[in-house]
């Protein structure tokens, strides 16, 4: 019962919606504009509770004295960027403090995480190499072919690799790109209509 | 990754009975002999595990050197061929089509890491749309994308553009329900001043451009998805790191965009022609520096050599094999 019920409010709120796209009515409209604002609330609600979750689970980390580094990183960097911004008399997100925050602290460390992106890959292609050696050799070269692609090289070399860059673009990637979101697509479409007819286990 | 002996011997359970004690007190007769060559082994071990550390640390630092030497080296840059001229004018063309005092929506929402690639473009676009007289209000729907945007707006109001040209539309927190509430409701009622008057009466209807400053959470997918079949007139145009290309430009092939900015040689071929024209002083005036292309190609050099030095050996050993048994 409780399934049907759950099930139910879901295809009738995804058909307000979709209904909505197509049929131009002031009530729908509304209607529609009604579940979209819940939806929102429900994302900014999942937001707080998340970030308070995260910080009951590093306190109590804490207190078991069980990877007290981590847990004092994760508090202090929230403490940070939350403090500044809820401060009696900030502007919050335009305030000078919290837009310091972002410039000294948070840019540099996402940066810094990005960049570590090329040797954190060259570890596990090493490891790759290890493990499946053909099959990582095969895609370093590729990574590899793509870059020799890129190259800014000037002349009639460098407009043969740059027209050969956008044909593996347009193409190879493409396709796999296109065939990757159409599987996200369908998985998604299937996994909605298993909720919808309650044949989902996991709903329950 | 593998993993040390130290490590390995952690994972053992604990012996409780036997409390740290000497070595000398362990070994009662004959065991200098092996004491000794435990402390040479130890020691030995600690050197390697230092010099092991060096030897990681080094190809880093002569790294990080080489690419801060490269980004002073001049006249290394990236070709403007026909496929990024064309980009940079698509994005000038619709820009250029704009009146004087058009309302256009940015929304800013880059991710932080990928920023620095599409920075020089955004502040060419805003430049470029500050040089035409538009008004522009910023929106942003990632808390990344807000501090970038915080940032951009600071940038402009530095260089003397007042509200009535930039107006902060801020933080609308939901991704992409927050987009559709957009589309649906407008600007609502919270933005001040004769331009947010004038936007808020027709909703996202009254802009007559949407620049989509893209990243990994809402990109110009989201917004050729969500705004598109509810606000049909109104043009979308992007730019967006490399990473997202082979997801949108789809869209400029099919016209959704009319205009798509989404490699750093477009972005700097378009923020050459905004310089070129650009006002001699204020918010029209485009004298960014540009990303360091000899610093760009040593690190794709780099790259390539690094990855064909370790995949070239498995690949040469694979072929060899592979034709030796086609031969017997």
Same mark, same amino acid.
């Given at each position: ?19 909505? $796209? ?5 009530? $729908? ?13 429900? *994302? ?17 980390r804490?207190?078991r004295r069980e990877d007290q580094l981590g847990s004092v990183a ?42 570590l992106?090329?040797p954190l890959?060259l570890v596990a292609a090493s490891r790759g190499l290890r493990l ?7 895609? $370093? ?32 990637? *493409? ?30 | 990754m593998t993993e040390s002996p130290d490590e390995g011997g952690r994972r053992e359970p604990p012996e409780p009975a036997e409390a740290p004690q000497p070595p000398e007190e362990l070994e009662p007769a004959g065991a200098d002999v092996e004491s000794g060559a435990d402390q040479v082994q130890q020691q030995s071990g600690r050197r390697t595990r230092w010099s092991s550390g060096v030897r990681a640390g080094i190809p880093t630092l002569a790294l990080l050197v080489?690419?801060?030497?490269? +980004? ?17 004018? @698509? ?15 940015? @929304?800013?929402?880059? @991710? ?77 009622? @919270? ?17 007559? /451009? ?57 972005? /700097? ?20 520096? +540009? ?15 690094v990855?064909?030095a370790s995949?070239?050996g ?15």
């Amino acid at each position: 019962m409780r399934r049907s019920i759950a099930a139910a409010l879901t295809a009738l709120a995804g058909l307000v919606v979709l209904v909505d $796209l197509a049929i131009a009515n002031p009530a $729908l409209g509304g209607l529609a504009g009604w579940l979209n604002r819940l939806l929102v609330l429900l *994302a900014a609600g999942a937001g707080v509770a998340g970030a308070l979750m995260l910080v009951v689970r590093h306190v109590g980390r804490l207190a078991r004295r069980e990877d007290q580094l981590g847990s004092v990183a994760v508090l202090i960097g929230l403490g940070l960027v939350l403090l500044p911004g809820l401060a009696p008399g900030s502007t919050g997100a335009d305030g000078p403090a919290v837009r310091w925050v972002v410039a000294a602290l948070l840019a540099p460390l996402v940066a810094a995480v990005l960049a570590l992106l090329f040797p954190l890959l060259l570890v596990a292609a090493s490891r790759g190499l290890r493990l499946r050696a053909r099959e990582t050799a095969v895609m $370093l070269a590729a990574a590899a072919a793509v870059l020799i692609l890129l190259l800014p090289v000037g002349g009639q070399a460098g407009a043969w690799l740059a027209s050969a860059a956008a044909w593996v673009r347009d193409v190879p990637i *493409a396709a796999v790109f296109r065939g990757l979101l159409i599987g996200v697509a369908a998985t998604g479409a299937l996994t909605a209509a298993r909720i919808l007819l309650g044949s989902d286990a996991s709903h329950d | 990754m593998t993993e040390s002996p130290d490590e390995g011997g952690r994972r053992e359970p604990p012996e409780p009975a036997e409390a740290p004690q000497p070595p000398e007190e362990l070994e009662p007769a004959g065991a200098d002999v092996e004491s000794g060559a435990d402390q040479v082994q130890q020691q030995s071990g600690r050197r390697t595990r230092w010099s092991s550390g060096v030897r990681a640390g080094i190809p880093t630092l002569a790294l990080l050197v080489l690419l801060a030497i490269a +980004s002073f080296v001049p006249g290394i840059g990236f070709a403007a061929g026909g496929a990024t001229e064309a980009a940079g004018r @698509d994005l000038e063309a619709a820009i250029g089509g704009l009146q004087t005092g058009a309302p256009v929506l940015v @929304d800013i929402d880059g @991710d932080l890491g990928t920023y620095p690639e599409i920075r020089y473009a955004t502040r060419a676009a805003l430049a470029d749309l500050m040089l035409r007289g538009a008004n522009v209000a910023v929106v942003s729907f990632s808390g990344e994308g807000r501090a970038i945007a915080v940032a951009e707006i600071a940038r402009l109001r530095g260089l003397g553009v007042g509200p009535d040209r930039v107006l902060d539309l801020g933080f609308r927190s939901g991704g992409e329900p927050a987009l559709v509430q957009l589309a649906s409701e407008g600007i609502g009622p @919270d933005a001040s001043g004769s331009f947010a008057d004038d936007v808020r009466k027709d909703g996202l209807a009254s802009f007559r /451009l949407a620049l989509v400053i893209g990243g990994a959470e809402i990109g110009p997918r989201s917004w050729v998805e969500q705004i598109q079949p509810r606000v049909p007139k109104l043009p979308i145009a992007a730019i967006t790191p490399s990473f997202l290309l082979p997801e949108v430009l789809p869209y400029r092939g099919s016209g959704q965009l009319v205009a798509l900015v989404g490699t750093l040689p477009a972005g /700097l071929a378009y923020g050459q022609q905004v310089a070129a024209r650009g006002a001699d002083f204020g918010p029209g005036r485009f004298a960014e520096r +540009s990303p360091s292309g000899a610093a760009i190609v040593f690190g794709m050099l780099v790259a390539i050599a690094v990855l064909l030095a370790s995949s070239g050996g498995s690949l040469a050993g694979w072929a060899r094999a592979a034709w030796k048994r086609g031969r017997s």
